[in-house]
């Protein structure tokens, strides 16, 4: 049955594969950059609440956030 089904169904365009594997490897480095860029923002982030807390002489909240 399965051989039958694979005569039946048409095989798929090599360039649509082509297409569809660079639209996935696209979107995915997308998303890897996106990720990228919030771990960055979180990184300024607390490196700013660790220059507050410093400056504030509160060296124990520093140590803890970083």
């Given at each position: 049955m399965e051989k039958v089904m694979n005569l039946i169904k048409p095989k798929p365009d090599p360039?649509?594969?082509l297409r569809d594997w660079q639209?996935?490897?696209?979107?995915?480095?997308?998303n890897i950059?996106?990720?990228i860029r919030d771990i960055q923002k979180e990184e300024?982030?607390?490196?700013?609440?660790?220059?507050?807390?410093?400056k504030r002489n509160d060296m124990v909240s520093a140590k803890v956030v970083s």
């Open positions: 360039k649509q594969i639209r996935k490897l696209r979107q995915e480095c997308r950059e996106r990720q300024r982030t607390v490196q700013k609440a660790i220059k507050e807390a410093a």
